[in-house]
């Protein structure tokens, strides 16, 4: 491994030594044929002009969209043989499934992620993929990916270099998540629509599947295993992030989100953040605690959704606390706009307000199920989630990362109260059964 990455930077800087002729030779090269990718000389040379950054990054995505075209042929030409002779089985299945499920729209996947971009330009031609389509992909993929790099660069500058080796493929991969569940959601709404029809299909098959592995559980096996995915992945995400706390590689990604939240401020906005900060506060939750148990034990008189309103509330506050006290991390030195105490990592409106707004839009998707009610509080719920993390960055109290980890640790907490809520039920319908 140690032999291929100094391959890697040597193949670099030989083509680095021709500044922008190099790098459109390179980004050109590594889009038919070549494993070397253009971000190595990019990012180096727009680090040394950031005024130029947004240049590189056009010669880099013109010349990457050339190279693919250039694949393309010689997948056209020389046809899957060819492919299969360099590029592994487990690689090929891979291509083929994305094809299969997201047809040309792969290609700026492919083009935007860290999947090689050349397997797919040559499986292309061999596809036959319509070439208009082809250059347009290209285009949205390469292009999102090195403009992206070019931005994050001229906006830091020499703090640009520790963000992208650290941040990068992460932003990119989550980014690529954000764009497909908003083109799936789009294709879902349309009843018509090819995926929609595979969707049905799949959801049927998996329920079969479900179904005969799990057995008995029934329902709660499909809670089961949802619960457990989404907890070992907030679980991997706290865990990121308290290792980069502990090792101090935070600083770049603190200070480029709450510099950027920064811009926006006015009077008006700091008004409204410190409102909207107050409905994460203990001083607002417990009085809403105490109606939401109200109002869900007189429509539907489950003394379980009760229950475990107050534990998600109680649960998540009391892990923010010792979780506050491991870590132990200082308040932001910034000029707060907002009175604080305690520790800062991870935070507790945050936390908080996940563990406890998020299982009440859980209940009414639950509860009201033929009514509008359920979309439009669901959806007001989670904003609101999102704006008290906002606002806990705007207003200097909290590090963007301890937003961040209080959102992962409170999503673990309030897919455990899911869990549990969903076990009690399951109990109670087989005692009465």
Known sequence: MAEVMEWFKSSAALFMQYGTLGLFLLAFAESSFFPVPPDLILIPLALLSPELALWYAFVTTLSSVLGGLFGYYIGQRAGRPLLERFV??????????????????????????????????????VSRINRTTFITSSIL??????????????????????????????????????????????????????????????????????????????????????????????????????????YQELTVFDSMVTQFIAAFSTPAITQAMKLITTLGSVATLLPVTLLAIYIFYQRRRHFGDSLMILAALGGGWLLDELLKIAFHRPRPELARLAEVSGYSFPSGHAMVSVTFYGFLAYLVWLNFRRSGFRYFASFGLIMLIVLIGVSRIYLGVHYPSDVLAGFAAGGFWLTACILALQAIRYYKAGSVN
């Not at 089961?224 to 980069?244: H, N, P, Q, R, W």
């Open 88 to 125: 592994s089985k487990g690689r090929m299945e891979q291509v083929d499934a994305m094809f299969a499920k997201y047809g040309s729209w792969a290609v700026a996947i492919a083009g935007f992620t860290p999947i090689p971009y050349k397997v797919f330009t040559i499986a292309s031609g």
């Open 141 to 246: 993929g390469r292009g999102a990916r090195f403009f992206l790099e070019g931005i994050i660069i001229m906006l830091l500058g020499a703090k640009a270099k520790q963000f992208l080796e650290q941040y990068l493929e992460i932003a990119t991969i989550v980014l690529t998540l954000i764009v497909l569940v908003g083109y799936l959601i789009v294709c879902f709404t349309n009843r018509d629509s090819e995926i929609n029809r595979l969707a049905v299909n799949i959801k049927a098959k998996a329920q079969t599947l479900i179904d005969e592995k799990l057995g008995p559980l029934g329902e709660f096996g499909n809670y089961l295993v949802t619960g457990i995915v989404l907890a070992a992945f907030a679980l991997l995400l706290f865990s990121k992030l308290a290792e980069d706390l502990i």
